[in-house]
């Protein structure tokens, strides 16, 4: 029962560098998306995808990349790390959005910081 | 996008009730939610209500929901230290593919 896991738990970058956000879940879920949390903004959704295959831009998506090969993983890319991208990002993941009851459940999160 | 509106800061004593706020945007979303945000950790789905219903009642946590001014609140009875963290409301529209989350409530509890 590992639900959502995400990996690194930390990471500091240099302006310009690039890495890869891993996020993986085992419930099967068909819905999976990126937020980004910082301070007094709540949550932002970065990308989204609703299956394998399907990926869509959501509120924040510019500089970065998805993509959705498998129903378990749904990487987030970071192309060119900048200082604005300094965050802590959550990958969620959920049954479905649109048929009834499908409420979230959320990876520990990953803090990334690019000096 | 959808604006979900909450309170930024919340403090109440030990033992008092605590009622947070949430307006949302959105009359078709089918369900709202409450995600509970402990330090460090990610959100964690602390109780759901659906939009055909005025009200939910789980242990100490009451949710009300009033359609008409679009306005969601939840509270939480006897206050513990434990119930310190960052609460976030949440709707899912019928349409479209996205959750829209509030901006987040600290809630501090003083001993």
């Known amino acids: 029962n590992a639900g959502v896991t995400q990996t690194p738990k930390f990471q500091v970058l240099k302006t310009g560098q690039s890495m890869t956000l891993q996020c993986a879940q085992d419930?099967?879920?068909?819905?999976m998306s990126w937020y980004r949390q910082d301070p007094g903004m709540g949550l932002r959704l970065i990308h989204y995808?609703?299956?394998?295959?399907?990926?869509d831009q959501g509120e924040v998506p510019n500089g970065y990349n998805v993509s959705r090969s498998t129903t378990e993983d749904f990487p987030l890319r970071l192309l060119s790390a900048a200082p604005s991208q300094t965050s802590v990002y959550f990958c969620?993941?959920?049954?479905?959005?649109?048929?009834?009851?499908?409420?979230?459940?959320f990876g520990s999160g990953t803090r990334l910081t690019v000096v | 996008g959808e604006d979900v509106e909450q309170s930024l800061f919340l403090s109440v004593r030990e033992g008092d009730s605590s009622v947070i706020n949430c307006t949302y945007t959105?009359?078709?979303?089918?369900?709202l939610y409450w995600y509970k945000q402990e330090p460090g950790a990610g959100l964690q789905l602390l109780t759901y209500?659906?939009?055909?219903?005025d009200m939910k009642q789980d242990q100490r946590l009451t949710v009300l929901l009033n359609k008409k001014d679009k306005h969601l609140s939840l509270r939480i009875a006897d206050t513990q230290t434990g119930d310190s963290a960052i609460y976030f409301c949440?709707?899912?529209?019928?349409?479209?593919?996205?959750?829209?989350f509030g901006t987040g409530t600290s809630l501090t509890v003083i001993p």
């Open positions: 419930m099967n879920h068909e819905y």
């Open positions: 209500i659906f939009s055909n219903m």
């Open positions: 959105d009359s078709s979303s089918t369900y």
């Open positions: 969620a993941s959920s049954w479905s959005h649109n048929t009834g009851y499908s409420g979230y459940t």
């Open positions: 949440a709707e899912s529209p019928n349409t479209g593919n996205q959750f829209y």
């Open positions: 995808s609703v299956g394998a295959g399907i990926t």
